[in-house]
């Protein structure tokens, strides 16, 4: 089957001495692995390797099998031309961080148009902004709702935030509840745009903390989540 699609790129891997597999997150298709042949050697080629840096918007014709094994793509263009995202050395490690935590929430190839509309919005939203301090959080936080998992905001007044069943309560009942100032900013970010999440003051460690507060909430409801490898260089950055 042929499918014209929008494309992210999400990942990709050099396989032998000329060729990537790439892992895109489609429009139509949800997320897909691609074998692209040769690519790393071919300088006359339609496809350029330089189309699949982490976080690309793509318009992509590819063959589907639909059997579970590597798809092939036919052709692709970048949608956008970005100015800053892949040159800005802030911007670019945020764009590690955030494929890796792409690679590691996404899996179904299926459509979900409503969670590409986000990811192309909030790139986008990155590469023409500079007031990026709290992007990191604001991103994650807004990833939950297409995730299936943002929190319960009916009792946001309460003190403890409980990581574990998504929920705002008055008491602690497990290990995974939480209190103090990095729950009382985490609570200024729900329901913000990313411009109002952008003025939100916090302090390096305040940051940190709901940084690594979210991580563990990722971790609890998402089945084979892990820390993204980017971390160390984010909170070097950041810190």
Request: aromatic share 12%; charged share 20%; with cysteine.
């Amino acid at each position: 089957m042929i499918i014209n699609s929008p494309a992210i790129v999400v990942h990709s891997l050099r396989y032998s001495e000329a060729d990537l597999i790439v892992s895109l997150f489609t429009k139509t298709d949800g997320i897909r692995k691609y074998l692209l042949r040769g690519i790393l050697k071919s300088k006359k080629g339609k496809i350029r390797s330089s189309l699949f840096q982490p976080l690309m918007l793509l318009e992509i014709e590819a063959s589907h099998k639909n059997k579970g094994t590597l798809e092939r793509i036919k052709e692709a263009r970048p949608l956008v031309h970005y100015t800053s995202l892949h040159t800005n050395f802030v911007k670019n490690a945020l764009v590690f961080f955030i494929s890796d935590i792409l690679k590691n929430s996404i899996q179904e190839e299926e459509a979900n148009t409503d969670l590409f509309e986000y990811l192309e919005t909030a790139i986008l939203w990155l590469d023409a902004h500079d007031n990026i301090g709290n992007f990191h959080i604001a991103f994650l936080i807004k990833l939950t709702q297409y995730l299936g998992f943002y929190p319960d905001i009916s009792q946001v007044e309460y003190e403890f935030f409980n990581m574990e069943d998504g929920v705002f309560q008055s008491l602690s009942t497990n290990v995974y509840c939480l209190s103090g100032m990095q729950v009382s900013k985490f609570k200024e970010f729900l329901g913000t745009t990313f411009e109002a999440s952008m003025n939100i003051g916090l302090s390096k460690i305040i940051r940190s903390e709901i940084l690594t507060m979210l991580l563990v909430y990722f971790e609890l409801h998402l089945h084979g989540f892990k820390k993204p490898k980017s971390l160390s260089v984010l909170n070097e950055i950041f810190n």
